[in-house]
T-cell receptor, first 110, second 113 residues
């Protein structure tokens, strides 16, 4: 079983839709949770970062962590064509090891 | 003003060759990383250096050897390249190896023929 599971998609939504991206994990030692956005042929860039259960909001993006269920989500409100990218979840364990999900490919259709 | 830069951007080579990828960061960060991203977009850490010292060394073949001449540079040397080494290799840096944001380079697309 992989440490981090993420549905690769692809996910296709109309402009303005609410997008929900999810990851599950198996290791309770994960402490820090991140979402990266990766445009085609570019390096990943950090979108959101959190270390506690609950919600964290930044503009149209909301990151949600449920440590009891070992489940994290990224919500994108009012999605735009410029949001079309691959979204990767990432986690850091207490041993300072980084683990990434495989990424979910998102296309927002104008 | 490129924060994390990698050269070359594309590398096409024959099996059995030895090649190097260079990475430089001008952010003043202490920690640098090498990641391999396969065709399915899976991003896997290979190495991490903090102040020129190796702190993460995941299970990768001995053919891969990182070299950090100073904390602004982390180069990746690959000996005896194999077909399975074809991937995109990303360099990244952060201020410290624990909780800080990692900044990624643009990637080097390696194709082994």
């Amino acid at each position: 079983q992989k440490e981090v599971e993420q549905d690769p998609g692809p996910l296709s939504v109309p402009e303005g839709a609410i997008v929900s991206l999810n990851c599950t994990y198996s290791n309770s030692a994960f402490q820090y949770f991140m979402w990266y956005r990766q445009y085609s042929r570019k390096g990943p860039e950090l979108l959101m970062y959190t270390y506690s259960s609950g919600n964290k909001e930044d503009g149209r993006f909301t990151a949600q962590v449920d440590k009891s269920s070992k489940y994290i989500s990224l919500f994108i409100r009012d999605s735009q064509p410029s949001d079309s990218a691959t979204y990767l979840c990432a986690m850091i364990s207490t041993g300072n090891q980084f683990y990434f999900g495989t990424g979910t490919s998102l296309t927002v259709i104008p | 003003d490129t924060a994390v830069s990698q050269t070359p951007k594309y590398l096409v080579t024959q099996m059995g060759n030895d090649k190097s990828i260079k990475c430089e960061q001008n952010l003043g960060h202490d920690t640098m990383y090498w990641y391999k991203q396969d065709s399915k977009k899976f991003l896997k850490i290979m190495f991490s250096y903090n102040n020129k010292e190796l702190i993460i060394n995941e299970t990768v073949p001995n053919r891969f050897s990182p070299k950090s001449p100073d904390k602004a540079h982390l180069n990746l040397h690959i000996n005896s390249l194999e077909l399975g080494d074809s991937a995109v290799y990303f360099c990244a840096s952060s201020m410290d190896p624990t909780t800080d944001t990692q900044y990624f380079g643009p990637g080097t697309r390696l194709t082994v023929l």
